[in-house]
């Protein structure tokens, strides 16, 4: 760039060198006396040749091999004019306002300020350091997280990159897990969940530039906070219940359903992005979708083995078909499925038949048990004699003739022995 303006700059020079020879020329040949041999008509042409050469040889033989510093007026402009390097150090809207103490909500509300009315756009850099400030154990500072996130990708046209997704997550999984001694299953769970929804949110800009890394330790942060819960002696097998059962069984069954559903879909999210749907979208759409693009890697075996593990513990081993190995193994990229994951749900399936077999073996001794206490308990009260041709107390009817009334113990035995076997099935 600069060597163009020199060039221009050396050129206009030229011009005016070559308009001051002319102009004297034209002075000093109307001051003599004209040419003898050349007619009065012919003279402007030959003033109009010579001064034409004389301005080509002068810019010509003037211009010089390009260069940066050509001029001192050429210096003069190029220092004028800022340079990248110099925009680079300029500080941030951070390191302009310098808080003593920097937190998310101290950040945001700066970088709030700086970019309001879409008047300057947010740097990369300060982005990280509203992320790398989160304070452990404050849920807070997550949400301030993940409102900024939304925030900057609607009003400033903030492109999140790779550096400031992975800080994004770390920070607000750092500030969702409680800074408790000993951390138990429950408020990690919670915390997994609450990073896990903010990828699958499509205004936050995660989905667009999230790592495997990142989700990996996500869904790593939810296994563990299962395994603990069961080792606590909680039951994380998750039965189909409707919503009304939901509600009515309390807060920990809608945690495992939260849980089921964001391991279910950053799996389709994944397989999803490493599918290419730009290329089913329009001109335009396709062009929104790959400016904020900056990942398309899909799941990887780590990923589908960790949830695999929790749609296994939670939903069992036809959740873990349908919902997780399914969808990887339809995608037209994916090869074979790993064998280990396979032997996973192979293990799992047998588990849950064995179980079954076993509580249907249970159910029938208990049938049988109910059927003979209840046979001993009408055989005591009612001794059965069929030697004797009448039971019962006799009666007169209305026409005179005597008639017997006969016992209805038996009738109600059976119908209690026929509703204890339905309850216990």
Known sequence: MNTLIARGAEKSRCLLRTSIKSSALLTSAGASSPRSDVSARNQPHMMHATTSSASAG???????????????????????APSQQQQQQRPSAIEKANPPLLTPGHAIRILQIHGANQAQLIRRSDFVKLCESSRPGKKRDAKVIA???????????????????????????????PNYKVVYGKPRVEAAVFVAEQVLDESTGLYFAVKIEDVDGVLSELQQGLSELEERGMNVRLAALNEEEVEESGDECKMLQDAQRVTEGLMKLLVKRRSRPENMMKKRAK??????????????????????????????SASARKNIIAPYADAFWSGEVDESILQLVAD???????EKESVEAAAAAAAAAAAAEMSLFVEGFIPMNYNQPQTGRSVVGGDGAPRLRQPRVMLLGSIQLVVVVVCTV
């Open 348 to 354: 799992a399936e047998a588990k849950e038949l064995t």
């Open 58 to 80: 002068n810019c010509y033989t003037n211009i010089q091999p390009f260069s940066a510093n050509t001029s001192s007026w050429t210096r003069n402009f190029s220092s004028e």
């Open 287 to 316: 062009r929104g979708y790959l400016k904020l693009l900056q990942l398309n890697d899909g799941p990887e075996d780590s990923t589908l083995k960790l949830a695999t593990q929790i749609a296994l513990a939670i939903g069992g």
């Open 147 to 177: 409102t900024a996130l939304r925030e900057f990708k609607r009003n400033n046209k903030f492109v999140l990159h790779r550096e400031g997704a992975s800080a994004a997550v770390v920070g607000m999984m750092r500030s969702s897990i």
